[in-house]
């Protein structure tokens, strides 16, 4: 009896690894194509995002409530770094939508591949962190497939195509300033509350940006589509699961094993938009493709682990 607990014990935590990796890649997964979805058919970004918002607070209120996470109270002092943050996400959330609008899905993830390398250039000048061969060599990998699949993708339009790279450096950017405020500007305060305070904060910038779009006309008019309204409603959880479920992982397995599932769903939803926003792919861009996530891969796959960097 004594030797099989130990056995089922393992079992079971790989059982909780497993679920917690289908949840966050079924979030991710559906959370770019339902946007995609909501931005054809619904094309008033910011009504969206303040609702998707507003259940990521009521989400993380109820964690609070329930005693499942602590959310701490907003210092003075930590108010200005946090209001840098909230616009920096609202420069975010606007060129992603911008970009679903007008680019086919596996462009979109194409370009979102060279996040890493983004910012592991943004962190070598504003972190003076190292670079090796390897990740340069990565870096050429995948900035070659873009490139290819970008030239063979008929339905990209210019717009579209600069919107996606603006939310590709704007994300970098963003990861590498928060990983600032966590490690370098001694704000005192965990990831959950970076997220929820930033959100909160950027919600008046939001509130103004959907009032010049026709808010609350857009709500009324909301109302009356049931279909938007359910996937917006869903896409809202989707939104907050995909932040809680990573907090989760972060606490099972390495950064690499996450990236490298990362790298899984984005293929994954790259084969699902197939099937539910089918757009032109030619034998070159396929190519263009499969380089850009053999970069990817070569990035996430070389990287040393956490304890070996700080030796």
């Known amino acids: 009896m004594a030797a099989t607990e130990p056995i089922s014990i393992h079992s079971s935590r790989q059982l909780w690894i497993f679920a917690l990796f289908l949840g966050h890649a079924s979030c991710s997964v559906f959370l770019v194509l339902v946007n995609k979805t909501i931005s054809m058919s619904f094309p008033y970004a910011w009504t969206v995002v ?24 907003l210092q003075r002092s930590q108010v200005l770094p946090l209001l840098v943050d909230a616009v920096w996400l609202v420069a975010v959330l606007m060129s992603s939508f911008k970009a679903l609008e007008e680019v086919s899905v596996p462009l979109y993830v194409v370009i ?3 996040v890493p390398f983004l910012t592991a250039l943004c962190e070598r000048v504003a972190l003076q962190k190292p670079m090796d061969a390897m990740l340069v060599l990565a870096l050429l990998i995948t900035f070659v497939g873009t490139i290819l699949y970008s030239v063979t993708d008929f339905t990209m339009r210019y717009n579209g195509a ?11 950017g963003m990861c590498t300033y928060e990983r600032y405020l966590m490690t370098s500007a001694n704000l005192g305060m965990s990831a959950i509350d970076i997220n929820f305070h930033r959100v909160v904060l950027s919600m008046p910038m939001i509130a103004g940006l959907g009032y010049m779009e026709g808010f609350p006309a857009t709500l009324l008019e909301l109302a009356t589509r049931r279909y938007e309204a ?25 950064a690499t094993t996450i990236q490298v599932a990362n790298v899984s769903y984005k293929c994954a939803t790259t084969v699902v938009s197939r099937l539910t926003h089918p757009s032109e792919l030619t034998s070159m861009g396929v190519l263009g493709y ?3 996530t053999g970069g990817v891969l070569t990035y996430t796959l070389t990287r040393p682990p956490a304890k070996a960097k700080d030796k």
């Open 290 to 292: 499969c380089i850009c």
């Open 50 to 73: 303040a609702l998707q918002n507003t259940g990521t607070i009521v989400c993380s209120c109820i964690l609070h409530f329930n005693g499942k996470v602590l959310l701490r109270r």
């Open 230 to 254: 359910s996937l917006i409603a869903s896409s809202a959880f989707a939104a907050f699961g995909i932040g809680t479920l990573l907090l989760a992982l972060q606490a099972e397995v390495s």
């Open 162 to 172: 600069i919107f996606a790279v603006s939310n590709a450096v704007l994300v970098a």
């Open 112 to 114: 979102r591949n060279t």
